[in-house]
């Protein structure tokens, strides 16, 4: 799921909104390098997942007799590549 860098940047900023509001945290930092690590870790996020989709697509293009894209057996093959790459980064 491709999500824009302004909606990154937008949850980030309700993200930290919401920690402004509570009491339990105490922050060292700035709230404002908060929402850009928070951001950034987003975006690092979509990142991979778009790696991974990309990478799960190709495998799954790459077999001799290729299921059409949207068919249930293509499916199958790309949830399974999908999840092996996902692993492979670690998530």
Known sequence: MKISREKVNHISSLIVKDLAKREEFDYKC???EVRLEIA?????????????DQEARKTVASY???????SPEWDVLYHKHYEEQLTKHGM
Do not use: Y
């Open 30 to 32: 700035d709230l404002n």
């Open 40 to 52: 950034k870790v987003m975006l690092d996020e979509l990142k991979t997942d778009e790696l991974c």
């Open 64 to 70: 001799a007799n290729s299921p059409r894209e949207g």
